[in-house]
């Protein structure tokens, strides 16, 4: 694998499922993010962790929960959503969070439908 | 506060024709950095350049050009005898050094037909 990978591709759930979203990146990287890309809208940065640590958390509601247990690895835990929650979420990896080489790299991103 | 406005909503051309689309950016930071991504219909953003508040030379790759002016505030991105690949969603992004943050502009929807 290369690049920032993500599973599912898709995830059809209901307002009380309890779900995670999963992205991994294969570049060595040390920060890593979760964006938020619905119709119409602009993307919308929702945490960033910097060498595993959670370093900004965009006033997501804690119906996300965000998880990077190692560098190469994060995750969304999904719960009691709402129907607005449906979207397209993006991870993304840069080498540095800040200042040179932060230009970040995407993942294919989850679809999300909250039914 | 950081912000970017890309004005053209969506652009058709067609192709072999030139196309520019523009990115207009905010910011009290005096260093930044200015970013175009590609989105295709798969979805996923693909980086195309990164260029410091520092470095205003223009940037020329294959057929796209970026032309960086402080003294507008812009990053325009210009690709020259456009093709049907090239129809996506492009998206002009500002980083300042004082947070994580890429700020995204809406985006322009540029479709290419032949």
């Known amino acids: 694998e290369t690049g920032v990978t993500q599973t599912p591709r898709h995830l059809v759930m209901g307002m009380t499922n309890k779900k995670s979203l999963k992205c991994e990146q294969h570049l060595g990287h040390n920060a890593m993010y979760w964006y938020k890309q619905s119709a119409k809208k602009p993307l919308e940065l929702m945490f960033v962790?910097?060498?595993?640590?959670?370093?900004e958390n965009n006033s997501v509601p804690s119906r996300f929960s965000p998880e990077c247990p190692n560098s190469s690895h994060l995750f969304l835990h999904l719960h009691t959503l709402q129907p607005e929650d449906s979207a397209l979420y993006l991870c993304?990896?840069?080498?540095?969070?800040?200042?040179?080489?932060?230009?970040?790299?995407f993942g294919p991103g989850t679809r999300l439908t909250v039914l | 506060a950081q912000k970017v406005t890309q004005a053209q909503t969506e652009i058709s051309v067609v192709e072999k024709e030139d196309v520019t689309l523009d990115c207009v950016y905010e910011t009290r930071d005096t260093t930044y950095y200015l970013f175009w991504y590609k989105q295709p219909p798969s979805g996923e953003l693909v980086f195309l350049i990164r260029r410091n508040s520092f470095d205003e030379q223009n940037e020329i790759s294959g057929r796209y050009s970026w032309n960086f002016q402080k003294s507008t505030s812009s990053f325009n991105f210009t690709i020259t005898a456009s093709q049907v690949v090239d129809s996506a969603v492009y998206f002009c992004a500002l980083s300042a050094n004082s947070g994580y943050a890429l700020n995204f502009g809406k985006g322009t929807s540029l479709l290419v037909t032949p």
């Open positions: 962790y910097n060498f595993k640590e959670q370093t």
């Open positions: 993304a990896s840069s080498r540095s969070a800040v200042g040179d080489y932060n230009e970040q790299f």
